[in-house]
C-alpha cells in the first residue's frame, strides 16, 4: 500500500526484484532514489553494480550508483556483464549488488535485481518492501537522509575475466572431447560471458546472435519460449553440432538443445547435475522446485543424496540452500544454483558441467539424458481466471478424498496420485493460474490436464 507521500510502486517492485517499462514506470530519477534506499536499508558503505547491453541499463545503473554514493557508500562499477557475472563480483568482493537488467522481457523494460554480500538474495521480505516504502516517500517529496559520512567514490573494475576464471576453477573441461557446440546469445550478455569462458576450452563454439542489443532484433532472449529457440534447433541440425546452448537476456539461464535439435528439459539438466556433483559429495542435500519432474528427487536418492523440495522463486531457493546447506539446487525454468557460487543461480556453470558430462565419454547428448527423462509432462498451462483462491479450492475439494490421493500448498496446490501429479499454482503479478502435469505417459497427462482444467476454467 501507498502510504499517501509519493506514487504507488507496486506494478514496479515484484515479489523479487524492481522491473517496468521504462520510462513510463521506471527512470533515471527513481533508480537514483533506489540507490539511496539500498544503501540505508542495507547499511552499507560499499557496494557493487553491474548492467546488460539494454540502451537504458547505462544510465539507469549511473543513477542509481550517484543516489548509493549521495548516501556514502563507495560505488564499484563493473559495467557491462551477466547477472551471474554480478553475483559474482558480489561473492568476491563481500559487498551488496545491484544488476540493471529486465532479464527476457522485452526492450522496453528494464529492472534491478539486488543483493546482499555474498550473493545473498534481497526479497519482498529480506529488504525490498522496506526499500520500496522509502522510495515510494522520498518520490512524493519526503526528504532524503543526511549521510553518515562524506559521500561515496565511484570505481569502475572489470571482472570478466576473474568470472571465466572462477568458472573453470569448478569445472574440469580440459580434457573433454572434441564437441561442436552452437550458442545462441539471443543478443543478450552471454555475446559477451562465452567468448570469455570458453577462449582456452577445447571445443568448437558456432555463434548465433552475439552482437549486444537490446532491441533484440532477432528474437526476443527468452528461451523458455518454444519459438524462440527454433533458430538454435535449426543450427544445431545443420552444423551437425553435438549440443546447442540459449542463454536468456542477462545470461543467468541456460536451456539446453540436444545433437537432434531436440530441447532436453531443464529437469534432466537438474538430474544430471545432480548425479555429477554428488559424486564429489555424498549424501549431499539438493535442492528441486516442485514443478520440476518426479525424476529428478528419484536420480538424487539413487546417488546417495537427499531431495529437499521448494517453492517456485530464487529467493525461496538461495534461502533454503542457505539453511540447508545444499550443494546444488534447480528450477524448471532452467534456474540452477551452486553451493561453490555463493548459492547463486549460473546458467553458464549449468552449461559447463553438461559439457564435461558430455565430453567425458562417448554417448550422444539425447542418449545421455534419456535416463534423467522418466515421465511425460504438460508444460507449464496459464488460465485467466477472476477469483484464484476460488477456483484453487473447487479443484481440491474435486480431488479431495480419493483414494491414494494426497494435496499440499506449499506453493499453490499440489495434488499427488499413483505415479501423477499436478500443480496449480497462482501468478504473482497476473490474474492467472499456471498449471503443471506429470504422469507415467501422455495418455495419462492429458486426461489429468483436461480434467484440471475444466475445473479451472469452468
Avoid at 150 to 157: C, H, I, K, M, V
Amino acid at each position: 500500500m501507498n502510504d499517501g507521500t509519493g506514487p504507488d510502486l507496486s506494478a514496479l517492485v515484484k515479489a523479487y526484484d524492481v522491473r517496468g517499462v521504462v520510462p513510463d514506470q521506471f527512470d533515471e530519477e527513481l533508480a537514483r532514489l533506489f540507490g539511496a534506499a539500498f544503501v540505508t536499508v542495507t547499511g552499507a558503505t560499499a557496494i557493487v553494480t553491474g548492467h546488460d547491453m539494454r540502451d537504458s541499463s547505462p544510465g539507469l545503473a549511473r543513477a542509481f550508483a550517484e543516489g548509493a554514493a549521495a548516501q556514502g557508500a563507495d560505488v564499484t562499477e563493473t559495467g557491462l556483464c551477466s547477472t551471474d557475472g554480478l553475483y559474482f563480483a558480489s561473492g568476491l568482493l563481500g559487498l551488496p549488488g545491484a544488476m540493471f537488467t529486465a532479464s527476457h522481457n522485452p526492450a522496453r523494460y528494464n529492472g534491478i535485481k539486488l543483493c546482499r554480500a555474498g550473493a545473498a538474495p534481497v526479497g519482498q521480505d529480506t529488504g525490498l518492501a522496506e526499500i520500496r516504502t522509502l522510495v515510494e516517500r522520498w518520490s512524493g517529496g519526503a526528504p532524503l537522509p543526511a549521510p553518515a559520512r562524506a559521500p561515496g567514490t565511484r570505481t569502475s573494475r572489470d571482472l570478466l575475466d576473474a568470472y571465466a576464471g572462477h568458472l573453470l576453477g569448478l569445472v574440469d573441461v580440459s580434457a573433454v572431447r572434441p564437441l561442436k557446440i552452437v550458442v545462441d546469445a539471443g543478443n543478450g550478455m552471454s555475446g559477451l560471458t562465452v567468448p570469455a569462458v570458453f577462449r582456452d576450452v577445447p571445443v568448437d563454439i558456432v555463434p548465433l546472435y552475439f552482437e549486444l542489443d537490446g532491441t533484440f532484433p532477432h528474437h526476443e532472449a527468452n528461451p523458455l519460449d518454444p519459438k524462440n529457440i527454433v533458430d538454435l534447433q535449426h543450427a544445431v541440425r545443420a552444423e551437425g553440432a553435438d549440443l546447442g546452448l540459449a542463454f536468456d537476456g542477462d545470461a543467468d539461464r541456460c536451456f539446453v538443445v540436444d545433437e537432434r535439435g531436440e530441447a532436453v528439459s531443464p529437469s534432466a539438466i537438474t538430474a544430471l547435475i545432480a548425479a555429477r556433483l554428488l559424486a564429489g559429495d555424498p549424501g549431499a542435500t539438493v535442492l528441486h522446485n516442485l514443478i520440476t519432474s518426479a525424476a529428478v528427487p528419484d536420480v538424487i536418492r539413487e546417488h546417495g543424496g537427499t531431495p529437499v523440495r521448494t517453492r517456485v522463486g530464487h529467493s525461496f531457493i538461495k534461502a533454503e540452500m542457505s539453511r540447508t546447506g545444499a550443494v546444488f539446487g534447480g528450477e524448471h525454468s532452467a534456474h540452477y544454483y551452486f553451493k561453490d557460487f555463493w548459492n547463486a543461480d549460473t546458467g553458464m556453470l549449468a552449461a559447463l558441467h553438461v559439457i564435461a558430462e558430455l565430453g567425458g565419454q562417448d554417448a550422444p547428448l539425447s542418449a545421455l539424458v534419456a535416463q534423467y527423462e522418466r515421465y511425460a509432462a504438460s508444460g507449464e498451462i496459464n488460465s485467466t481466471v477472476t477469483d484464484q483462491a476460488a477456483t484453487v479450492a473447487v479443484v481440491r475439494e474435486a480431488f479431495a478424498g480419493r483414494p491414494g490421493v494426497s494435496a499440499d500448498e506449499l506453493d499453490g496446490l499440489t495434488v499427488t496420485g499413483d505415479g501423477w501429479w499436478f500443480n496449480l499454482r497462482p501468478s504473482n503479478t497476473e490474474p492467472l493460474l499456471r498449471l503443471n502435469v506429470e504422469a507415467p505417459d501422455r495418455a495419462a497427462v492429458t486426461a489429468l490436464r483436461d480434467e484440471v482444467l475444466a475445473l479451472v476454467r469452468a
